[in-house]
């Protein structure tokens, strides 16, 4: 089967740092996505790693091992409006030959004054 | 530019009936994806649609069907609806079907079944 796994819960303090973790179990995999949500609004893009290694975006880095089958997302300099739901995202094969994308369940983070 | 916008933004139907739901993409983009998300839960992959061709389809009864127009808006139909199809559905646009291609969003069609 196809399964994702991360943390239910994060809290930290503004001017922190959070690292968020996934391990996926998929049957083919072609990269790693990172989507945030806010309580009420629709998923926006964060970071996409195909390859092993570090990405950074601004204050948010996202990580990939293939080997391991393990990434993570990093937030730095935490800011109260980065409270929200964090989700990876794999895109592996489906069964009918097609494009499968997988959600993980979703991580949520708390921002503390 | 319009993002990605969905329509109705919320409708409430009754057990058996049959609903559709539409999406229009970003400009330019042609690939559509749907997805169902249920109150706490990460969103479940329904189909993916790229040049008016189904791409990918998740583990989802044959109630649910969709299809994408030569503008490449899409719709998503569903019958016989049962509780279990409450939730938020959302839509997705991207340019092309493949690699990580970061997908957009709309704010998704709230259904509660009654």
């Known amino acids: 089967g196809q399964s994702l796994e991360q943390p239910s819960e994060v809290t930290a303090v503004e001017g922190a740092i959070v690292q968020i973790n996934c391990t996926y179990q998929?049957?083919?995999?072609?990269?790693l996505s990172w989507y945030q949500q806010h309580d009420g609004g629709a998923p926006t893009f964060l970071s996409y790693?195909?390859?092993?290694g570090l990405e950074e975006t601004g204050r948010f880095s996202s990580f990939l091992s293939r080997s391991d089958s393990y990434g993570y997302l990093l937030l730095q300099e935490l800011q109260m409006k980065d409270s929200a739901s964090y989700f990876c995202?794999?895109?592996?094969?489906?069964?009918?030959?097609?494009?499968?994308?997988?959600f993980g369940p979703g991580t949520r983070l708390s921002v503390l004054p | 530019d319009a993002g990605v916008t969905q329509s109705p933004t919320h409708l409430i139907k009754t057990r058996g009936q049959h609903v559709t739901l539409r999406c229009s993409p970003i400009?330019?983009?042609?690939?559509v994806s749907w997805y169902q998300q249920v109150l706490g839960q990460g969103p479940q992959f329904i189909f993916q649609?790229?040049?008016?061709?189904?791409?990918g389809r998740g583990n989802f009864p044959d109630r649910f069907s969709a299809r994408q127009f030569p503008n490449y808006s899409s719709e998503l139909n569903v019958n016989a609806l049962l509780l279990g199809d409450s939730a938020l559905y959302l839509c997705?646009?991207?340019?092309?079907?493949?690699?990580?291609?970061?997908?957009?969003f709309g704010d998704g069609t709230r259904l509660s079944i009654l």
């Open positions: 997705a646009s991207s340019p092309w079907s493949a690699g990580g291609q970061p997908q957009h």
């Open positions: 998929t049957s083919g995999f072609y990269g």
């Open positions: 790693n195909a390859l092993d």
């Open positions: 995202a794999v895109r592996d094969q489906g069964v009918e030959d097609g494009q499968n994308f997988v």
């Open positions: 400009s330019g983009h042609k690939s």
């Open positions: 649609y790229y040049e008016k061709e189904e791409r």
